[in-house]
Antibody
Framework: EVQLVESGGGLVQPGGSLRLSCAASGFTFSGYWMTWVRQAPGKGLEWVANIREDGREKYHLESLKGRFTVSRDNAKNSLYLQMNTLGAEDTAVYYC??????????????WGQGTLVTVSS | DIQMTQSPSSLSASVGDRVIITCRASQGIRNDLGWYQQKPGKAPRRLIYAASSLQSGVPSRFSGRGSGTEFTFTISSLQSEDVATYYCLHHYTYPLTFGGGTRVEIK
């Protein structure tokens, strides 16, 4: 059974940093792209970042570049999101998801339960 | 960036009704689109991929169609357990973008 479990969320002060983790199990983690998506309270879904199977190709939402960085450790079956210089606008539930790249199956087929990040003083 | 315009933003329908949601892309995206269901307090779940393919385990009352810039998502007979917010997502190019969501309620 595919499982994605996020952790690392919590309360952080404006300007602070946080590193989210996503532990994957039930599939060959090194064989899949992975994705971070966030959702501000009461708002819609927003794509944050994608990372290739080997970690050498990454894409980030342009407005977050320089502050957020996606990475992975295939030996630990783990995905990460390093978030720096956090502001109130980054308050959201952050989801990790598995991204299937095969063209006719492309999309986010499994999601974690999310981890809440609250930026407040 | 490709914009996804989803409509309506909310709807209320009776059990058994047919429900149709539309997503329009600001430029052609072939069939690189999926539909996702999010129940309150839960993570999203993919229902449709490649615009019209049903995800394994998803009831057949859900369907999708379209290509290029116009896409529709249909619930053929609304059930009480379908109360949720539905999102389209394109993955034609980066950045991936979601539609604004459609909140579906029971009348």
């Amino acid at each position: 059974e595919v499982q994605l479990v996020e952790s690392g969320g919590g309360l952080v002060q404006p300007g602070g940093s946080l590193r989210l983790s996503c532990a994957a199990s039930g599939f060959t983690f090194s064989g899949y792209w992975m994705t971070w998506v966030r959702q501000a309270p009461g708002k819609g879904l927003e794509w944050v970042a994608n990372i290739r199977e080997d970690g050498r190709e990454k894409y980030h939402l342009e407005s977050l570049k320089g502050r957020f960085t996606v990475s992975r450790d295939n030996a630990k079956n783990s995905l990460y999101l390093q978030m720096n210089t956090l502001g109130a606008e980054d308050t959201a539930v952050y989801y990790c998801a598995r991204y299937v790249v095969m063209r006719q199956q492309r999309g986010l087929d499994y999601w974690g339960q999310g981890t809440l990040v609250t930026v407040s003083s | 960036d490709i914009q996804m315009t989803q409509s309506p933003s909310s709807l209320s329908a009776s059990v058994g009704d047919r429900v149709i949601i539309t997503c329009r892309a600001s430029q052609g995206i072939r069939n690189d689109l999926g539909w996702y269901q999010q129940k309150p307090g839960k993570a999203p779940r993919r229902l449709i991929y490649a615009a019209s393919s049903l995800q394994s385990g998803v009831p057949s009352r859900f369907s999708g169609r379209g290509s290029g810039t116009e896409f529709t998502f249909t619930i053929s007979s609304l059930q009480s357990e379908d109360v949720a917010t539905y999102y389209c997502l394109h993955h034609y190019t980066y950045p991936l973008t979601f539609g604004g969501g459609t909140r579906v309620e029971i009348k």
